[in-house]
């Protein structure tokens, strides 16, 4: 009984780890190379990954360093960075990239947290989307008599159970997050 629900417990912990990758993504003041990890150049034709074509370092508490592998790429970066959403501007120096984080205004560190919370609310309709299609699942194998009645119930309550596991998990990844922007 239990192996039907490891698929729906897999897409569960997939939605929880997507959380985690946006979370990482959001900076808090702090120079954080993940910031950088979805934005991609257009190298030699393909769109690359900057943190595949260069060293991304923390050389201080709120600078990150960036040194392109090939120095040609180097105005690619910067396009790259400027167009992104990070709001920072970079520095080059001709032999790698600076970005300064400044430190967070209040109004900043607010739209921050909506966003955080944003992000956990649309992590758990996902999750519970996945326990919603798992109930659907196991009422058509109720109705082609694969499965009975009682199994039924308890499968619905075992999803239950999941789904309110993984929604605790997101609410104190919400919160963790959001107390770390918010503290100055």
């Known amino acids: 009984m239990k192996e039907m ?15 985690a990758d946006e979370f990482k993504a959001i900076r808090a003041g702090r120079a954080n190379p993940a910031v ?10 393909a769109q690359t990954p900057i943190n595949q074509m260069a060293s991304i ?9 960036v040194t392109p592998y090939d120095k040609s790429a180097m105005k690619g970066i910067e396009k790259a960075i400027l167009a992104s959403d990070i709001g920072i501007n970079p520095q080059n120096d001709g ?3 600076r970005l300064i984080f400044p430190p967070l205004t209040e109004e900043r560190r607010l739209a921050l947290a909506k966003q955080i919370r944003k992000s956990g609310e649309d992590t758990k309709v996902a999750i519970r989307n996945i326990r919603r ?3 659907e699942k196991f009422k058509e194998q109720k109705k082609k008599s ?5 199994d039924l119930k308890a499968a ?4 239950q159970d999941m789904t309110d596991k993984f929604i605790k998990k997101v ?6 997050k959001e107390k770390e922007i918010l503290e100055v």
Do not use: C
């Open 95 to 97: 032999n790698a990239i």
């Open 36 to 45: 950088l990890d979805k934005l991609t150049v257009e190298y030699y034709g």
């Open 171 to 176: 609410d104190e990844a919400v919160a963790a």
């Open 156 to 159: 619905e309550k075992d999803m």
């Open 146 to 150: 694969e499965i009975t009645e009682d």
């Open 133 to 135: 299609d798992a109930v």
């Open 5 to 19: 629900y490891t698929p729906y417990e897999a897409k569960m912990q997939k939605a929880l780890n997507f959380q």
């Open 57 to 65: 370092s923390v050389t201080e508490a709120r600078t990150l360093s």
